[in-house]
Structures are given as C-alpha cells and as structure tokens.
C-alpha cells in the first residue's frame, strides 16, 4: 500500500519494456532536480574511472540519461532505438573487435542482464589491456534489503544462487542483489571464471539520497535545494556505509598482459 501511496503518477500502469518508458524516465530525470543531481554525481565519479589511454568509451544502457553532457566522446547504446542513442546493441554480444575499448560504463543497468556471465566474457574481450568496466549498481546492506523489498518495484532476491534469471524484457527482467552476489558474495567464483578482470574497486555509497529523491518509480520526497544538507549528512555516516549503503560504485579492471 505504502509503494502505491507514493508512486509517481507518470510511471503507474506503464509497460517498463516500452521504448516509450525510456522517453518517459529521461522526461522524470530532467523533472526532479534532486535526481538530476544524483545523476550528475554518478555521472561524474563514471568519467573519473576512465583511464588515460587509445581506445572507445562505451556506455552501455545510455536512453533515459545524459552522460554525453559529461564526456561528449561516449559512445551511446541501448538495447532497442532510440532517437538519443549512437548504437543498439546487446551487451551479451558486444559488436566490437578484441581490444578496442578503454572503459564500459553503465549506470542501473547490470542487474538488468540476464546472463551476466556472458557481458563480462565480452567485456574482457573487448577492453583493452588496463580498460576499465565501471558501473553503479544497488548493493545490498542491512538497510538497502528493507528498502529494496518494501519500496522498490524490482525484483531484489540477495538468497538467488544462479547469477543468471528468466526474463521477459530487457527492462522487466532484475535481480537487484545481482551486483553484490556476483562482485562479493560470489568473488571467490568471479575471479576463477574471469581472470583478466580485476576488482579493483567497490565503494558502497548512498544510503538516503537515491531514496528520498524517489528514483524513476516514485515521487519525490525532497526538494533539490536540499540535496547538499543529505550528501553532507551521508557524508557522516562514510564508516557504516556496509551496513546502510543503497548503492556501490564497481569498477573492474582488465589486467596489463606480461611481458
């Protein structure tokens, strides 16, 4: 009850695989300015993890937001066309040859994959030696697994021990916990099956923010004005961030070759 109370009216009844859904979350973005900020922070901590050296950056999942405002040179992509995008790819074929890209960058969109496995073998194809994949993700802590359970419209299942799930759409289709089972819970396994890709960074982060700006899904419950007052009272709270954090920033590095 207390998820329909505070849905947006924009997003009620929508069908979430829809093009139309993208133009319709992009239009909720550029609306509420304290998720435009969220965005923007995102955005720029993306660009930071970029690595000085030859090659693409890709942004994987690019149609509701607005990373080219921060790094014009990305290359845009979705998994349907859209009128704001560069390319449609799927993330579990990626159309480029070995060795051609610098950095993939994505926002909200790994714990979309269905069979994750697949996007990382791709992903160490295709990046360089020293590219980087860096992503923001949900994470799971005390806190985030009430929140995600209570108030999220996606599927958050922590206990699944498949990293791959059935779905039905490109957008329909989550497991919010993905990220953590795969990057934490299941790191031993990661770097068994994916040697050329190093962790070389989680920073869980985030625990009110994502919240109170009411996301893609619900309304607002602050003002944009207020966004400095929450980051500098998160900014408090940096020493439980694994105990409350909603979010992390991942960042994985392909490994130099030897010799």
């Known amino acids: 009850m207390l998820k329909s ?14 093009p139309e859904t993208t133009y319709l979350r992009r239009r909720i973005i550029q609306e509420k300015k304290f998720l435009q900020r969220i965005y923007e922070e995102w955005y720029q901590s993306l660009v930071n993890s970029i690595p000085e050296r030859e090659g693409i950056v890709l942004e994987i999942g690019s149609g509701a937001g607005f990373l080219k405002k921060f790094f014009p040179d990305v290359m845009t992509s979705e998994c349907f066309s859209l009128n704001n995008i560069d390319m ?3 993330a ?13 960058v994505m926002t909200n969109v790994f714990h979309h ?10 992903a ?45 759409g490109p957008l329909s ?11 934490q819970r299941d790191r031993k396994q990661f770097e068994i099956e994916f040697s050329q890709l190093r962790i070389s960074n989680i920073e869980p982060m985030m625990p ?16 944009g004005w207020t966004f400095r007052f929450w980051r500098f009272l998160e900014s408090l709270l ?10 992390a920033k991942i960042a994985l590095v392909r490994e130099e070759q030897n010799g």
Request: with cysteine; proline share 9%; aromatic share 14%.
């Open 238 to 247: 940096a020493r439980w961030m694994d105990e409350c954090a909603m979010y």
């Open 113 to 122: 994959l269905p069979q994750p496995m697949l996007f990382l073998r791709e």
């Open 124 to 168: 160490a194809r295709c990046l360089v030696p020293g590219g980087v994949v860096a992503m923001v993700e949900p994470w799971v802590t005390p806190w985030s697994r009430f929140v995600y359970s209570k108030l999220h419209h996606e599927p958050f299942h922590p206990e699944e021990q498949k990293w791959e799930f059935e779905s039905e």
């Open 5 to 18: 109370f505070l849905s947006h009216p924009l997003t009620r009844g929508i069908d979430l695989n829809s």
């Open 88 to 90: 449609v790819i799927d």
């Open 92 to 104: 579990r074929n990626l159309p480029f040859v070995d060795e051609s890209l610098k950095a993939i």
């Open 173 to 183: 289709g989550a497991n919010g916990a993905l990220p953590w089972i795969v990057f």
């Open 208 to 223: 009110f923010r994502y919240l109170l700006s009411g996301g893609l899904s619900l309304i607002s419950l602050q003002p």
